[in-house]
């Protein structure tokens, strides 16, 4: 009833606020725009929220920017362009000019799009602007099309573009490694440009990521500041340009990446770039993330509005030593620790061709009856003898030279014409060509088999480990073969939308070497990113906290690994692993066949905690308490419900030194008027709880005053429920 009563009162403010002002709002944000038909359409504000009556206000401040909406290269002031093409006389000038406005209801929301035309071609310039009338965030993007009879050439066509105001400006963005994805960098924005570049052709988050947040009154702050920030939805290369020119404001452009990708329009054809969403708040990084959960959540993300079930993965326990005994012993076991899912990683497939090591069978997906002789079945029924689901793991974007698939259609590999493949992973790896429709439809068959002969498949980890390296598809004609980037994802995106419209309930992991996929391009396919290979605690402490910038927890796959840890051979306690996995969705990944009983006893217990605190954690508004990255010694975060009831609080120790000082913990988002119980969860048997656990105070003292953890001994963590008592 709310919704349409609020959606009716937005549809009632007409479209010319004055004369030429366009107004697009959000629960707690504004954009602006000003145009007369034949003139340039020009973005003037964008940030806290303005009344329809109080656009004017906007600019009697002095607050407005007066930039084109989209610029455009070649006729004018030289703007770093949004829209740069190759007309068919060879013309490189366009001049833009708003031709039409339309303002209407779509799902969710309002949109407001503006037609722009050529004064002299007919080329034609959609821009669209989708404002959700409960989410502070609005979705930017673009539509190209011509009416000339040879093709336009894009050779740059972002998403869109925002102007920031603000002189000093920071800038928030993650950045990385394989086993070391999304690590938070914080920096001035000086005079000149930033650019964030991805060019993996595949994946696209494992070294930069194309999300930022740009604090426009100096360092960044948790808590307080205009902070404005952007997501690119789109799975591929993409160049975001943040760029300081003389006279104090911020030029913002992000799209996909220009190098080796001109587009060819045809007449008639509507290039459609990725959406760009931003957000804005007055209140913080904090706001700012909470804003893009929220979004996510309702909008971006597969099920997020499902709780994410716990569940155990092969990969570490057993790598690619699969069989029959040892999956029907993890299903037995991570039933009996609790758990609700078992994952069956790589290695389970190949005929002809063996898993048994890395260099061979992608692309044949039958099961290898030799290692799981009752086939997929006698998984399935054992998962379900258990009481858990079961799910698998795939790699359908690739082949290896050692596959039936490369022998069969050696053509359907990524290769320019004439050369050899560079092969990746294992010497023999190889990227499907997605642009080829034959290979989409085998791609989608890939899960439509698995699910028609598996019906109970519930969940599948989709792994993607090769970078386009090997430029050339032999699908796409020679003069098109600059589409290649681009249709790939397209592509892949078609497959998706006939996995999602065929299967809308299978729960889908994006892992990619780890955290190479975690963009809001591919996320609306997918339930959850797995972070990064690296499972080890300490680390992941940075790495989630970076992810959580932009993704909500129920979306950031955190599993407890062996102690040492595979990756940097560190031993950290179970309970810290344990606290830190539990701080996103939460799973194991190692062999529990390994783990003493104690352990054990110990997982029980910890997963039984995860239980009441998960819906806080999943569906929780998320406050940054302290960072990592401030060199304290110790981190904390908590998750409070939406509707302020229960919480959940983290903190680790990072650092140990003797006669060590850190801070006492000041909570965040509670209500200060209500009283909470605190309850420390996670505690080995028999063990004391923290002082504060089991006593009640108020909202407002946990805020303003916070508590004080001993946090005795190396690698010590505290989880706390918060319960509100009145
Ligand atoms: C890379 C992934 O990131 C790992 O989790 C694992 O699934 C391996 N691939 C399997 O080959």
Redesign the pocket.
């Known amino acids: 009833m709310m919704r349409k009563w609020l959606l009716s009162l937005l549809l009632a403010i007409p479209a010319f606020v004055s004369a030429d002002d366009y107004l697009l709002s959000t629960p707690h944000t504004s954009m602006l725009f000003e145009g007369t038909k034949g003139q340039s359409l020009h973005f003037c504000y964008y940030g806290d929220r303005v009344a329809p009556d109080e656009a004017g206000q906007v600019r009697a401040a002095g607050l407005y920017t007066y930039a084109d909406a989209y610029p455009v290269f070649g006729y004018g002031y030289n703007p770093e362009p949004a829209l740069q093409v190759v007309l068919p006389d060879g013309q490189l000038a366009l001049q833009l000019v708003l031709d039409s406005v339309e303002r209407r209801a779509v799902d969710g929301g309002e949109l407001l799009a503006f037609t722009l035309r050529d004064t002299k071609f007919p080329v034609c310039v959609k821009l669209n602007y989708k404002a959700y009338q409960d989410l502070d965030v609005i979705e930017m993007w673009t539509e190209v099309s011509h009416e000339m009879k040879k093709p336009v050439v894009l050779q740059q066509c972002a998403s869109g573009y925002l102007p920031l105001r603000g002189t000093e400006a920071w800038l928030s963005h993650l950045y990385g490694n394989w086993g070391a994805e999304s690590f938070l960098q914080q920096e001035p924005l000086t005079t000149g440009m930033k650019v964030i570049k991805n060019r993996d052709g595949v994946r696209n988050s494992h070294t930069r990521h194309a999300e930022v947040m740009v604090s426009l009154d100096g360092k960044p702050d948790e808590r307080s500041g205009r902070v404005v920030g952007a997501a690119l939805c789109w799975g591929g290369n993409y160049n975001l340009r943040i760029s300081k020119e003389s006279g104090g404001n911020y030029d913002f452009l992000a799209g996909i990446d220009n190098l080796g990708a001109d587009w060819h329009l045809e007449r008639g054809e509507v290039f459609r770039t990725p959406e760009l969403a931003v957000t804005f708040s007055p209140q913080g990084l904090g706001q700012v993330s909470r804003n893009f959960h929220r979004w996510a959540r309702a909008t971006h993300l597969a099920h997020g509005d499902k709780l994410r079930d716990i569940l155990l993965n092969s ?1 570490e326990g057993v790598y690619l030593a699969v069989d029959e005994g040892k999956m029907k012993s993890m299903i037995k076991d991570i039933a009996d620790l609790g758990g609700e899912l078992f994952v069956m ?2 290695g389970w497939f190949g005929r002809k061709y063996k898993r048994d090591r ?1 260099n061979a069978a992608l692309g044949d997906w039958e099961v290898d009856t030799a290692k799981l002789p009752g086939g997929l079945k006698a998984l399935t029924a054992e998962a379900a003898a258990n009481g858990v689901k079961f799910g698998i ?1 795939i790699e359908p974007e690739m082949a290896n030279t050692h596959s039936e698939l490369f022998e069969a259609h050696p053509d359907w590999i990524v290769c320019p014409e004439g050369r050899e493949p560079l092969p990746g992973r294992g010497g023999t790896q190889l990227l499907l060509d997605l642009s080829n429709p034959d290979v989409q439809d085998f791609v989608f068959g890939v899960v439509d088999r698995l699910k028609t002969a598996c019906p109970d498949l519930a969940y599948i ?1 989709w ?1 993607a ?1 090769m970078s386009l390296t090997s430029y050339g598809s032999s699908y796409l004609p020679a003069d098109r073969q600059s589409h290649l980037y681009t249709a790939y994802h397209e592509g892949l995106l078609n497959v998706l939308r006939r996995i999602r419209a065929k299967y809308p309930d299978l729960v889908m992991q994006a ?1 990619a ?2 955290g190479g996929r975690a963009n809001y391009g591919i996320l609306p396919y997918f339930d959850e990113f ?1 972070v990064s ?1 690296n499972t080890d605690a300490l680390q992941r402490v940075y790495m989630q906290w970076g992810a959580s910038y932009f993704f909500p927890a129920m979306s950031m796959a955190s599993h407890v690994s062996a102690s040492p840890n595979h990756q940097t051979g560190r031993r950290i306690p179970l309970k810290f692993r344990f606290a830190v996995a539990m701080s996103a969705r939460l799973g194991m990944e190692l062999q529990p066949s390994a783990m003493s009983e104690k352990e054990r006893a110990y997982s029980r217990r910890a997963i039984a905690d995860y239980k009441t605190i998960r819906p806080v954690v999943q569906m929780g508004d998320l406050y940054r308490l302290v960072s990592p990255y401030d060199d304290k010694g110790v981190s904390s975060l908590m998750y409070v419900a939406p509707d302020g009831r229960e919480a959940a609080f983290f903190a680790y120790k990072l650092q140990h030194f003797l006669s060590q000082e850190w801070p006492a913990f000041r909570m965040d988002g509670l209500d200060p008027a209500a009283h909470y119980r605190l309850t420390e969860l996670g505690l080995p048997e028999g063990a004391r709880p923290v002082g504060v656990s089991g006593k009640v105070f108020s909202g407002r003292f946990l805020m303003n005053e916070g508590i004080s953890l001993p946090l005795s001994g190396e690698y010590a963590s505290c989880v706390l429920r918060l319960e509100r008592v009145d």
Do not use: A, L, M
Request: net charge negative.
């Open positions: 990969w990683d790589d890395d793991w980890k792994d480990n892992c070497s780890g797995w290979d």
